[in-house]
């Protein structure tokens, strides 16, 4: 049974390019939510797809923007990459809504040179 | 806006003793808890998840908390191993939107 799986796992980028990283939820996993974890922090939660529609947003700018396929998977972009955007970002799924328990990726780790 | 808060940072003690993680936050609205483990350059791994109407959870070494009304959670550990190294983090799913908040972790550290 294949858990939640994200790719790539390592990425560099330069400022003001872009990226899309991807995400695989757990089998018959429907919900994907998607996490930025900077250094020696815990995750903040960018935003949240359930039945390809984004449903909940935390507080990222538009730079930040997502897509939830009809397979459930879903990727995550962003444009115009800022230094700060340099972080561990995850992946978690789940069955149904509301998205409980979440099953979590081993992220994807970014860094902006 | 939820402020969930870890205390401590850091804790290192030697094997074999029982400890106690605290967790607290400020907004009592939440559906559940959950407490999470992450090992250095990993993702999160849950651990236990305490529904809003259940006081407590327990799986082998592992027992948490739920005080919903004074904003608290503690993860208890018994008997601790070296492999119980790692950072623990826990995280409240708001009632009002679903979304999950996090704390910063407690990064502990068993002596053999």
């Known amino acids: 049974d294949a858990g939640v799986t994200q790719s790539p796992t390592h990425l560099i980028k330069t400022r003001g390019q872009q990226v899309t990283l991807r995400c695989s939820p757990k089998s018959g996993h429907d919900t994907v939510s998607w996490y930025q974890q900077a250094l020696g922090q815990g995750p903040q939660f960018i935003f949240q797809y359930y039945e390809e529609e984004e449903r909940q947003r935390g507080n990222f700018p538009d730079r930040f923007s997502g897509h939830q396929f009809p397979n459930y998977s879903s990727e995550l972009n962003v444009n115009a990459l800022l230094l700060g955007d340099s972080a561990l970002y995850l992946c978690?799924?789940?069955?149904?809504?509301?998205?409980?328990?979440?099953?979590f990726g081993d992220g994807t780790r970014l860094s902006i040179l | 806006k939820q402020e969930v808060t870890q205390i401590p940072a850091a804790l290192s003690v030697p094997e074999g003793e029982n400890l106690v993680l605290n967790c607290s936050f400020t907004d009592s609205a939440i559906y559940n808890l959950q407490w999470f483990r992450q090992d250095p350059g990993k993702g999160l791994t849950s651990l236990l998840l305490?529904?809003?109407s259940q006081r407590e959870q327990t799986s082998g070494r592992l027992n948490a908390s739920l005080d919903k009304s004074s904003g608290r959670s503690t993860l208890y550990i018994a008997a601790s191993q070296p492999g119980d190294s790692a950072t623990y983090l826990c995280a409240v799913l708001m009632d009002s939107n679903y979304q999950l908040i996090w704390g910063a972790g407690t990064k502990l550290i068993i002596k053999p």
């Open positions: 978690a799924s789940s069955l149904g809504y509301p998205p409980q328990p979440q099953h």
């Open positions: 305490i529904q809003s």
